[in-house]
């Protein structure tokens, strides 16, 4: 069974430009989750997608938006990139809810110039 | 608020020694889940072990021991005869209702030859 599959691997960017990250889940799993990690802050939740609907956000400003396909498929966007930006974005699926492991891609690494 | 705190940053021993991660948790919650991942090198999160807050039996897979007590708010781990290959950062993770995981700051643990 393929794993949670996220593309780019690495990205450069500048400050002012968007970015847009890809992630496919395990299949048959429902519920995409986001996070950031950089070593200042660790790992920290962006957000959580399930059947398409965002279900629960962290405490991250507007320019981080995402959005989850029909097929599970989930993608993140952060605008007007700054140099805050860089980081490591880890994306995660699980098969349902009530605690189960959330099972984790290798990460997309984005660096702002 | 739920809040996870590893106290050692970083942890060095020789290999074939015992080591033990300290994981210390905090949840207004009395449902709730605490998880291990292992992060290698190169970047993706692995899950090791998942706990229900009902289930305070302790663990053990192989050199992998895990001690649940919600009397002190603890989820160690124990790695026992250690190997180079266990040489990674080590997360705790807690989540409750909401189901994000709240991440500690990682132990980073090196297993010299």
């Known amino acids: 069974k393929a794993g949670v599959t996220q593309t780019p691997r690495y990205l450069i960017k500048t400050r002012g430009q968007q970015v847009t990250l890809s992630c496919s889940p395990i299949?048959?799993?429902?519920?995409v989750s986001w996070y950031q990690q950089t070593p200042g802050q660790g790992l920290q939740f962006l957000f959580e997608?399930?059947?398409?609907?965002?279900?629960n956000k962290g405490n991250f400003p507007g320019r981080f938006s995402g959005r989850q396909f029909s097929n599970s498929r989930s993608e993140m966007n952060v605008s007007t990139l700054e140099l805050g930006d860089s980081a490591l974005y880890l994306c995660?699926?699980?098969?349902?809810?009530?605690?189960?492991?959330?099972?984790f891609g290798d990460g997309t690494r984005l660096s702002i110039l | 608020a739920q809040k996870v705190t590893q106290a050692q940053t970083e942890i060095s021993v020789v290999e074939k020694e015992d080591v033990t991660l300290d994981c210390v948790y905090e949840t207004r919650d009395t449902t709730y889940y605490l998880f291990w991942y292992k992060q290698p090198p190169s970047g993706e999160l692995v899950f090791l072990i998942r706990r229900n807050s009902f289930d305070e039996q302790n663990e053990i897979s192989g050199r992998y021991s895990w001690n649940f007590q919600k009397s002190t708010s603890s989820f160690n781990f124990t790695i026992t005869a250690s190997q180079v290959v266990d040489s990674a950062v080590y997360f705790c993770?807690?989540?409750?209702?909401?189901?994000?995981?709240?991440f500690g700051q990682g132990t980073r643990l090196t297993i010299n030859p």
């Open positions: 997608y399930f059947s398409e609907t965002q279900r």
């Open positions: 995660a699926s699980r098969a349902g809810t009530g605690g189960s492991p959330q099972h």
């Open positions: 993770a807690l989540s409750e209702a909401t189901q994000k995981l709240v």
């Open positions: 299949s048959g799993h429902r519920s």
